[in-house]
């Protein structure tokens, strides 16, 4: 695997993180608005408020390491062995 093989599939994963934690927080905004009775028309304001968030912040913090020793994995050519031992969970919001 080259090295531009390898930068592609982190940034893809650290794009589906955080596409992941942008879709909880879209499920979150849509769940308050519906218990408030109200619809929102600027929910991307509401969803640029929660990425400023320490909570948003925090998860895509903590799923880091995991990033980290994925990259650490494939640079040594041993990221099919990682996976198997420690498959990727995303943690609900």
Same mark, same amino acid.
């Given at each position: 695997?080259?090295?531009?093989?390898? @930068?592609? &599939?982190?940034?893809?994963?650290? @794009?589906?993180?955080? *596409? $992941?934690?942008?879709y909880r927080a879209l499920v979150a905004i849509l769940d308050s608005?519906?218990?408030?009775?109200?619809? $929102?028309?600027?929910?991307?304001?509401?969803?640029?408020? &929660?990425?400023? *968030?320490?909570?948003?912040?925090?998860?895509?913090?903590?799923?880091?390491?995991? &990033? $980290? $020793?994925?990259?650490?994995?494939?640079?040594?050519?041993?990221?099919?062995?990682?996976?198997?031992?420690?498959?990727?969970?995303?943690?609900?919001?």
């Amino acid at each position: 695997m080259t090295t531009e093989q390898r @930068d592609a &599939i982190i940034k893809l994963l650290r @794009d589906y993180i955080r *596409t $992941s934690a942008d879709y909880r927080a879209l499920v979150a905004i849509l769940d308050s608005e519906q218990k408030n009775q109200r619809v $929102s028309e600027d929910w991307q304001a509401d969803l640029r408020k &929660i990425r400023e *968030t320490e909570e948003y912040r925090k998860i895509l913090r903590g799923l880091e390491p995991v &990033i $980290s $020793s994925i990259e650490r994995a494939m640079a040594e050519d041993r990221f099919l062995e990682a996976v198997a031992k420690k498959p990727l969970r995303i943690v609900e919001c």
